[in-house]
């Protein structure tokens, strides 16, 4: 008894000893430690209409990876985009005020200086910059200081180019769709072989297109190389101005106006049937900054024109397409308005204006959108709907009601005569506002990018063994695992037969 006793348990603790070793290993690090505290990082994304605040956290212990960065809190500060207040000093600065003071408090407080806070303004600025450098300068630097006298970790208040909202946003979305880089199995890197996905944005001023393309990117411009966990990325991005949806909106009455002559009178075919709405043409429309090609020669900006819906799909098709130029192209492909672009592929994610859009039409018209035929079917649907009809279907104010006719109108352009999405591609852009919880937009690839959270070289380098040691290290416990099963098999089968070793 006592001699089969002594040779069990050598074996036995031999077992349990390559259970444990063969556990370790396998099981992911991070499961296995305590939560750690987080770190914080603030952007404000200042846009044409106005600046919103996102604060995002990830665990203290690790920062490089996908899916480790989260959205913690966000914030929409109150009146226009900081471009709204050229020539009110003062007034940028304190817009931001009410949502710097909740950063203050969403953000633990010994954890505040560490928090590095970015400013990165868009089309409102671009278009401020173009019309008056001095002012658009002057505003940076009113938000900056005022930025500074937080007690965050200030780094910029800049201008971001199309380029970069477009690569940035196209971060964010592959980046939260854990695209790049998978924290697998014992805490190492590893390249999930997906496709990337691509990026398309629209806001009150501009709207971008971001994908990775295998074909040639004939203008430079349109050109963006990128490096992230060891491996390249070749982008196509390109950024309209003044083809926001408000932009695009204050050019569509700008040209109804100029078609039909400066009357007292227009006749709006987007707008609702029946619904009517004044405006005056200067600070409604020809004041804007996108007027270019609008402006009249001579108009009164004081004058009061009554805007009238006709709720006419066909005719304000029709308007709409003939704001976009299609027929002068330099390269072997363009979009429109002469700029080159390859061919969609792969999937797309479709956000912010983009998202509220195909909300509002799928739910006044109950339809689906899954074909061009469908979300011809919903907008049309749509475009026939009375002011009330909508509001009362949505609960949202006229403001907003009053230019889905319009602005899905302009989309469904935009995306199949201009990008050239098809039967077969539309299907693929999934119109989301958010990937688990987080916000998509350009604010978090930016924050990623400039905090070097997405290294451009780090392969397989992380925290944990290449994988040669470590397969080698897993051989010799299992090994150590066989070995002790099959001694106490041995001992089992001695006894059973009665018959002693010794
Ligand atoms: C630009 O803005 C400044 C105020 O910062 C103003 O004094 C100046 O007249 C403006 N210039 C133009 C060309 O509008
Ligand atoms: C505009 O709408 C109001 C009611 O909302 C109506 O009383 C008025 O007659 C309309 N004006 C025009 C020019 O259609
Ligand atoms: C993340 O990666 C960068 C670049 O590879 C490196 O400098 C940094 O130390 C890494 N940070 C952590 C927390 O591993």
């Not at 600070?283 to 609008?294: G, L």
């Not at 592929?345 to 956000?351: L, N, Q, V, Y």
């Not at 999405?421 to 539309?426: D, K, Q």
Request: hydrophobic share 40%.
């Amino acid at each position: 008894m006592s001699l089969r006793c002594s040779q069990t348990i050598p074996a036995v603790v031999l077992l349990i000893l390559a259970l444990v070793g063969i556990l370790l290993l396998v099981l992911p690090a991070k499961e296995v430690k305590t939560p750690p505290e987080n770190m914080y990082g603030i952007i404000l994304d200042a846009g044409s209409s106005h600046t919103s605040m996102y604060i995002y956290k990830w665990p203290a212990d690790k920062q490089n990876g996908t899916g480790i960065v989260t959205e913690h809190s966000k914030c929409h500060a109150k009146g226009g985009g900081i471009s709204s207040y050229a020539g009110v000093r003062g007034g940028a600065a304190e817009s931001l005020k009410a949502c710097l003071e909740q950063a203050v408090k969403d953000i633990p407080k010994s954890r505040h200086h560490q928090t590095p806070l970015y400013l990165g303004a868009t089309a409102g600025m671009r278009l401020l910059k173009k019309d008056n450098a001095t002012e658009s300068d002057r505003i940076l630097k009113e938000v900056g200081s005022k930025l500074q006298s937080y007690p965050f970790k200030f780094k910029e208040a800049v201008i971001l180019s199309g380029q970069q909202e477009g690569a940035y946003g196209w971060v964010t979305v592959n980046y939260l769709h854990e695209n790049f880089a998978k924290y697998g199995f014992i805490g190492r890197w590893l390249n999930p072989g997906t496709e990337t996905t691509g990026a398309l944005d629209l806001g009150g001023a501009s709207t971008q297109i971001t994908f990775e393309t295998p074909e040639k990117v004939e203008d430079s411009d349109n050109m963006m190389e990128l490096r992230l966990y060891g491996q390249n990325y070749r982008l196509y991005t390109q950024s309209f101005l003044c083809y926001g949806q408000d932009q695009f909106l204050i050019k569509l009455m700008a040209h109804l106006i100029t078609t039909q002559g400066v009357k007292p009178r227009v006749y709006h075919p987007c707008y609702p049937k029946r619904f009517n709405t004044s405006i005056k043409l200067g600070k409604d429309v020809f004041d804007s900054p996108c007027m270019e090609n609008y402006r009249p020669p001579r108009f009164d900006p004081q004058m009061s024109v009554t805007v009238i819906g006709t709720g006419d799909y066909q005719n304000c098709l029709a308007n709409i397409e003939k704001m976009f130029s299609f027929d002068s192209c330099s390269f072997s492909k363009c979009s429109f308005d002469g700029v080159s672009q390859p061919s969609v592929r792969g999937s797309f994610m479709a956000f912010s204006a983009f998202f509220f859009t195909h909300r509002y039409i799928s739910s006044l018209s109950n339809i689906t959108i899954s074909s061009p035929r469908h979300m011809e079917a919903a907008i049309r649907h749509v475009c026939n709907m009375t002011i009330s009809e909508m509001t009362k279907k949505t609960n949202q104010s006229e403001k907003y009601m009053k230019n889905v006719c319009a602005v899905s109108n302009f989309i469904q352009v935009l995306l199949m005569r201009g990008y050239g999405f098809n039967e077969f591609s539309l299907p693929s852009i999934s119109f989301q506002e958010k990937v688990g919880g987080t916000s998509v937009g350009w604010a978090l690839g930016y924050m990623l990018s400039l905090s070097n959270m997405v290294p451009a070289e780090s392969f397989g380098l992380m925290k944990a063994l290449p994988s040669g040691p470590w397969a080698g290290i897993l051989f010799l416990f299992i090994t150590l695992l066989l070995i002790a099963v099959g001694y106490l098999l041995i001992i089992y089968r001695n006894t059973r037969t009665g018959g002693g070793m010794v």
